[in-house]
């Protein structure tokens, strides 16, 4: 079941390590700003030209963060708008697609650091005392610090601590399915709705992958004779880790972290769900497991747009490749198991506490923040909006695009993310934390070990909850 490791799911499994090189130095020096005098203040629009400049005519400034190639095209275009509105102030792009969270590392450490930069985990970032307290900022601005800008609560519970701001979710990406739509249709199976009051139960999901699973000779899973040595297409791929994971724990009534800096995914509702994901290689056979993923030499999408796989549960983000390799493919919500639920995240951008220039990051903050650059991500199939004003009737017009976007896409949009989303809580210590957790159940997926037995040997749960009252405690000490 696993999936192939793009540049925004490196993001979100926090792939980055805790080991500094140097080897990232020298492709980071000059990201660090220029140029003296800071820009406007923090009470224009974020849509506005800022009112100032440096005393050098041009403030330059860095910004630091990952994507696939769609992605970075994306952002210089946002990055093009806001040099077009703010002429004093110019923004270096440092786009790092492998190793980011390394080599961010490294700059802050002892490197040039930039100015503005795109992180996963706020609060480890917090306890190390590299990201700016903006909540001045936020709170005197007439726009961004309006109650009813960002959807609520929802922006404060990620990007504030202590109720301190400290940075800005980009958007909301969650998870739900991609399915192939003449592989369902041939097999005669409905194709998953994107209401979430018609969710699959997971006994109707179960049922439908396996007819969606056929081997060489034809047969599904359970009949006589089926050789699942010889799948010729598979039912469906649901990666492993923590995301996609971790909501199913939520759909079972379950939890992973807690802001009090506990570990749930010891408790029955959570093995139960994470057993059921392992089952569903193992047992029912109507997924794949990671070598035969590797045998196939085929990503996930590959696999869906190719005929090889019926169903994928991946994030919103994945839409902007899909929408372009050119088959007929439609999405909905994920099955249920007790409860409908997807999971809520996205990358936030900070300010770095050691730029010189705080009012020109802002500035660059704040468009990150806008309608103006949000519009192009969320167009482009890439992104879901974090602003209310793009979720109305007439804000889902301005983005939703015909030949991204498939039909009934505006009610994952809408009713999915605003309704049955759950954020999803990142401790401190979560990269530590997490490492901990795949290597315990990595014999679970390959039906060597139950989850209770797994979590038993390794004591993984013991190991991460101790790991995040250590992250806990350095956490305070820097508020």
């Known amino acids: 079941m696993a999936d192939s490791r793009l540049s925004r799911r490196q993001f979100l499994t926090h792939t980055g390590r805790l080991a500094?090189?140097?080897?990232?130095?020298?492709?980071?020096?000059?990201?660090?700003?220029?140029?003296?005098?800071?820009?406007?203040?923090?009470?224009?629009?974020?849509?506005s030209p800022s009112g100032g400049t440096s005393q050098g005519g041009t403030t330059t400034i860095s910004m630091m963060g990952?994507?696939?190639?769609?992605?970075?095209?994306?952002?210089?275009?946002?990055?093009?708008?806001?040099?077009?509105?703010?002429?004093?102030?110019?923004?270096?792009?440092?786009?790092?697609?492998?190793?980011?969270?390394?080599?961010?590392k490294t700059a802050l450490a002892g490197g040039t650091p930039p100015d503005v930069f795109w992180t996963g985990?706020?609060?480890?970032?917090?306890?190390?005392?590299?990201?700016?307290?903006?909540?001045?900022?936020v709170e005197q601005d007439p726009v961004i610090g309006k109650p009813?800008?960002?959807?609520?609560?929802?922006?404060?519970e990620r990007a504030t601590?202590?109720?301190?701001?400290?940075?800005?979710?980009s958007c909301w990406v969650i998870h739900h399915l991609y399915y192939n739509s003449d592989i369902l249709e041939k097999a005669g199976v409905e194709p998953p709705s994107p209401e979430p009051d018609k969710a699959w139960t997971w006994e109707e999901f179960l049922e439908n992958c396996?007819?969606?699973t056929v081997d060489a000779s034809g047969k599904h899973p359970g009949q006589p004779g089926f050789d699942p040595s010889k799948v010729q297409q598979w039912g469906v791929s649901w990666p492993t880790w923590s995301l996609p994971r971790d909501v199913l724990v939520f759909s079972n009534g379950g939890e992973a972290f807690t802001p009090d800096y506990k570990c749930h995914l010891g408790e029955p509702e959570a093995m139960e769900a994470i057993q059921a994901l392992a089952d569903l290689?193992?047992?029912?056979?109507?997924?794949?497991?990671?070598?035969?993923?590797?045998?196939?030499?085929?990503?996930?999408?590959?696999?869906?747009?190719?005929?090889?796989?019926?169903?994928?549960?991946?994030?919103?983000?994945?839409?902007?490749?899909?929408?372009?390799?050119?088959?007929?493919?439609?999405?909905?919500?994920?099955?249920?198991?007790?409860?409908?639920?997807?999971?809520?995240?996205?990358?936030c951008h900070v300010i770095c506490s050691r730029t010189k220039h705080p009012d020109a990051a802002w500035q660059l903050l704040r468009f990150l923040s806008s309608d103006d650059y949000q519009l192009g991500l969320c167009k482009a199939g890439l992104w879901l909006p974090s602003h209310t004003s793009l979720l109305t009737e007439d804000g889902l017009k301005r983005w939703i695009t015909p030949g991204v976007h498939p039909e009934g896409y505006d009610k994952i949009a809408t009713e999915y993310l605003l309704k049955y989303s759950?954020?999803?809580?990142?401790?401190a210590g979560f990269e530590q934390a997490d490492q901990i957790l795949t290597s315990a159940l990595d014999p679970v997926w390959i039906g060597k070990m139950t989850v209770q037995e797994a979590f038993k040997k390794t004591n993984a749960i013991g190991q991460v909850n101790q790991v995040l009252q250590q992250a806990k405690a350095k956490l305070e000490a820097q508020l």
């Open 161 to 169: 601590i202590n109720g301190k701001w400290f940075g800005i979710g």
């Open 210 to 212: 396996r007819k969606l």
């Open 121 to 137: 985990n706020l609060a480890d970032y917090v306890s190390r005392g590299v990201v700016m307290d903006i909540t001045s900022y």
């Open 281 to 347: 290689a193992v047992k029912h056979q109507v997924a794949p497991q990671a070598a035969q993923m590797q045998q196939l030499g085929m990503s996930s999408w590959q696999m869906l747009a190719s005929g090889k796989l019926a169903i994928l549960v991946d994030g919103s983000w994945a839409l902007q490749d899909i929408s372009k390799m050119n088959f007929k493919f439609g999405c909905g919500v994920l099955p249920k198991m007790k409860k409908v639920v997807t999971e809520a995240q996205a990358h």
């Open 66 to 104: 990952w994507g696939s190639p769609l992605e970075k095209q994306n952002v210089q275009k946002g990055l093009d708008m806001f040099g077009q509105q703010h002429p004093d102030i110019k923004v270096k792009w440092i786009h790092v697609p492998q190793d980011y969270f390394t080599k961010l």
């Open 422 to 427: 759950k954020n999803y809580f990142y401790p």
């Open 20 to 47: 500094l090189g140097v080897a990232a130095t020298s492709l980071l020096a000059g990201c660090g700003s220029n140029a003296g005098g800071g820009a406007s203040t923090p009470g224009a629009s974020p849509t």
């Open 148 to 156: 009813d800008y960002f959807i609520e609560p929802q922006e404060k």
